[in-house]
């Protein structure tokens, strides 16, 4: 599959810091069909560095998307039935509008100067995309990790409009060791003398801070286990006698590697500005959980047993709060030893489940269409 | 409702995915009501309920694998244990709370008794009986902790830590001042009437608060 990024303009957006962008460029994929009432849509929400590129083989570089193994035909979120969109979230650096693009009332990168963004703006310029695309309703939002924070903003700001709900490995809010971590990476950036105060467009960007964020940011989503599997204490076979990365820990030339490659796709201050964004969510401090009073939005929470990232205990707090108010909520503790990288590589039981839970979810929608009221609603009244 | 109610034809039980404690569980829960399976398993039993009695089923289940296998049917089951998995509902929040072949394995019956009290209306609990004529006989002739078909396990590896009888747990309920709204007793295809406590290996209650 071949797959094309598309971009929606939207004139104008206001977001929660009360600052308005304008024209706001919110770049997305699709994958599927749309049947003819587009009652088949699933949007996908990206966790912290991922990209609209969800699935397929993009056009633009020939990479493969960050859920690939979950989008496709016969996959989890199955293209031969549902239509799944993915878009860059606000704040990002990959087709949406972010500090890098171009500040038009000034003509230079917005750089530091772009507002603070929240999770509840990404959702809300989602949702500004999806009117734009002529989507109503979705028959599911699904996401790990920060991907999870959107899907339940998403579900508590629109509850009408989502159908069911998967946060996968995520959680309701971060905790002091996420921020920590967070915080870490964003003093990697800015200690960085190129950093220069975000203005570095054009010039040297923080390349050496940013691998180090990135770098720390690979342990978290690891495990032990999986750390000690992948690399144990092996040590790096020297390549020729100039190899700088000889006598090195394989897992440190690994972090190297892997920190050299995401600067060459990802800002600096978009890092800045997306983990502040993660870590100021609280779903359980949010206004907007009132609204969830009347919603019939089905969950799906999974979380995974060596993900200390995101650990389990988290997606309990919001299952329990979900159960608490009478929520229909599934919610399974996969085995794993993948750790959070979990929902991105170890899908196979992950994808039985959303797969399941989705069909269902399908079937009772095409029943309401088909028969009007269900029994539960019935019942109800 | 009538269901609630309903009598199965005398003599041999009627069986529901192979099990006649199933299919009597399934005449005790209405049409349409709002049903939590405590102790699920993979689901079958609420599967069955959703698809044939139009219920909204809800399950909680420890075993991850199970809890997976449910969730993949398309049910919206909870993984965690019963104790933790209880107290999370608000009052009344079930017309039916099913614990099917549980009892016996749970560390606080009587607060789990409670909680399902607490959070649904009414209460359809089965648990194996250990005073059937076979268990007396067993222990009385050889001495030795039985093993049946409803308890096939031995004293070391066995998951019931709770051994109640049918009289036993009617003094529960009377202690507690709680109300057995139906009883129904089987022993193996067939249903006992008379000497239940002696004859029956698996007994049915259907258990509100007065």
Redesign the interface.
């Known amino acids: 599959m071949i797959t094309h990024s598309q971009t929606v303009v939207i004139p104008s957006f206001r977001l929660d810091c009360g600052v308005t962008l304008s024209p706001v460029p919110v770049a997305y994929e699709m994958y599927g069909e749309m049947n003819d009432n587009a009652s088949n849509v699933i949007l996908v929400e990206h966790a912290f560095t991922g990209d609209a590129h969800a699935a397929g083989i993009s056009d633009a570089d020939g990479k493969l998307g960050w859920w690939d193994r979950m989008i496709g035909p016969g996959k989890a979120f199955d293209t031969n039935r549902y239509c799944v969109i993915c878009s860059n979230v606000l704040a990002g650096c990959r087709g949406t509008v972010g500090p890098a693009s171009i500040n038009p009332e000034t003509g230079r990168p917005y750089a530091m100067s772009f507002p603070a963004t929240t999770i509840g703006d990404m959702v809300r310029l989602q949702k500004e995309l999806l009117d734009a695309l002529g989507v109503e309703r979705l028959l599911a939002v699904s996401g790990g990790s920060m991907g999870g924070m959107q899907v339940l903003e998403w579900a508590v700001s629109y509850p009408d409009r989502v159908l069911s709900a998967i946060p996968i490995a995520s959680t309701g809010r971060h905790g002091a060791q996420q921020i920590a971590f967070n915080e870490v990476g964003r003093q990697a950036i800015m200690s960085d003398p190129d950093w220069n105060g975000g203005d570095y467009y054009g010039k040297n960007p923080p390349r050496r801070g940013l691998a180090v964020a990135r770098m720390v940011g690979h342990i978290t989503y690891m495990s032990d286990e999986s750390m000690r599997e992948k690399f144990g204490r092996r040590l790096r076979e020297k390549a020729s006698l100039e190899d700088e990365d000889s006598d090195v820990f394989e897992v440190e030339s690994y972090l190297r590697h892997r920190g050299s490659q995401f600067v060459n796709r990802f800002d600096a201050n978009s890092y800045l500005y997306i983990t502040k964004a993660m870590d100021y969510y609280d779903l359980f401090a949010s206004e907007n959980l009132a609204n969830l009073k009347e919603s019939d939005t089905r969950f799906l929470l999974i979380s995974y047993t060596s993900d200390w990232l995101y650990p389990s205990y988290q997606s309990l707090e919001i299952v329990n709060l979900l159960r608490s108010r009478n929520h229909d909520v599934a919610y399974v503790e996969l085995n794993s030893n993948y750790g959070h990288d979990a929902f991105l590589v170890d899908v196979a039981q992950q994808t039985e489940v959303v797969h399941g839970f989705l069909a269902s979810v399908n079937r009772n929608r095409e029943a309401r269409a088909n028969r009007g009221p269900t029994v539960k609603e019935k019942v109800r009244r | 409702m009538s269901a609630t109610t309903q009598t199965p034809v005398p003599g041999i039980a009627p069986s529901l995915l192979g099990r006649e404690d199933y299919a009597i569980i399934s005449a005790l829960v209405p049409?349409?009501?709002?049903v939590l399976d405590v102790g699920c398993g993979e689901g079958e039993l609420l599967h069955w309920l959703t698809e044939n009695k139009?219920?909204?089923g809800?399950g909680i289940e420890l075993e991850?694998g199970k809890?997976?296998k449910a969730?993949?049917?398309?049910?919206?089951?909870?993984?965690?244990d019963i104790n933790a998995g209880l107290t999370?509902?608000?009052d009344g929040?079930f017309d039916v709370v099913v614990l099917s072949q549980t009892l016996q394995e749970t560390q606080h019956p009587r607060e789990v008794m409670a909680e399902m009290l607490r959070i649904g209306r009414k209460v359809v609990v089965t648990f194996p009986n250990f005073a059937h004529w076979s268990v007396r006989i067993s222990l009385l002739l050889h001495g030795k902790a039985p093993t049946t078909k409803f308890l096939p396990y031995s004293w070391y590896n066995s998951p019931n830590i709770r051994v109640l009888s049918i009289a036993d747990f009617e003094d529960l309920i009377a202690e507690e001042n709680w109300h057995i709204e139906n009883r129904i007793f089987l022993a193996g295809h067939r249903r006992v009437t008379r000497w239940p406590n002696l004859l029956a290996d698996v007994a049915i209650c259907l258990v509100t608060k007065r």
């Open positions: 049409n349409g009501a709002k139009g219920v909204e809800r991850s809890v997976h969730i993949s049917k398309g049910l919206s089951v909870y993984q965690g999370a509902y608000p929040a």
